[in-house]
């Protein structure tokens, strides 16, 4: 069983395009985040929620929409795709700032 | 605000010499320091944490970090470095106030037969 798996692991797009990466996590951690992975490996938190409740936004552009359905769920939307969005996107989940599991990252390529 | 800085971009060493991967913290409050280490193409693995327990600590993959609070570093080691260690590390510091996880830029680790 996978404790963090998010979906798709490879997304190809033009600019413009609408797309969504799915992330569920089974191991009961309350609280989820997105972290962008740029070309030089660097990662920096984009959101977090806690409990479906958004907690963290770190001014990440508005055509980015992350959405929790329920506390094990973390999706995340973005319009009108542009050429800097691409990046490693990771889903990662954590209780009480104690564990931090990974998912493998969706790896996005806008052309 | 916390943070965390990775002393080295690159780091080469032989296979069976010691691997030794530099961190330094910032942090008002005692820190929980984590050592993440990402394979090509893949995803984040847990390889050790620091949460106020031991000041040594044992990873997976016979790696170990010191937490030296006198010094705010937290390097991970390795005494015997293998082909398979190849691999980015991060290290990261847990912002308790957000509950968010910081990462140092990383270091890239090359191990030469």
């Known amino acids: 069983d996978t404790a963090v798996s998010q979906t798709p692991k490879y997304l190809v797009t033009q600019m413009g395009n609408d797309k969504s990466i799915k992330c569920e996590q089974n191991?009961?951690?309350?609280?989820m985040y997105w972290y962008k992975q740029d070309s030089k490996k660097f990662l920096k938190i984009m959101f977090s929620?806690?409990?479906?409740?958004?907690?963290i936004n770190e001014t990440v552009p508005n055509r980015f929409s992350p959405k929790s359905p329920d506390k094990a769920h973390l999706n995340l939307h973005i319009n009108s795709l542009e050429l800097g969005d691409s990046a490693v996107y990771f889903c990662?989940?954590?209780?009480?700032?104690?564990?931090?599991?990974f998912g493998s990252g969706t790896r996005l390529t806008v052309v | 605000a916390q943070s965390v800085t990775q002393l080295g971009s690159h780091v080469s060493v032989s296979e069976g010499a010691l691997v030794l991967l530099r961190c330094n913290y910032s942090?008002?409050?005692?820190?929980?320091l984590f050592w993440y280490v990402q394979y090509p193409n893949q995803g984040l693995q847990l390889l050790l944490k620091?949460?106020?327990?031991?000041?040594l600590v044992k990873g997976i993959n016979g790696f170990e970090a010191e937490f030296k609070k006198s010094e705010t570093s937290f390097h991970l080691t390795k005494p015997s470095a293998h082909m398979s260690d190849a691999a980015e590390y991060f290290c990261?510091?847990?912002?308790?106030?957000?509950?968010?996880?910081?990462f140092g830029t990383g270091t890239r680790l090359q191990v030469f037969p």
């Open positions: 990662a989940s954590s209780q009480q700032g104690l564990g931090y599991t």
């Open positions: 191991l009961g951690h309350d609280t």
């Open positions: 929620y806690n409990n479906k409740e958004l907690i």
């Open positions: 942090s008002s409050v005692p820190p929980y």
């Open positions: 620091y949460t106020s327990a031991a000041t």
């Open positions: 990261a510091v847990s912002d308790l106030n957000t509950d968010k996880l910081i």
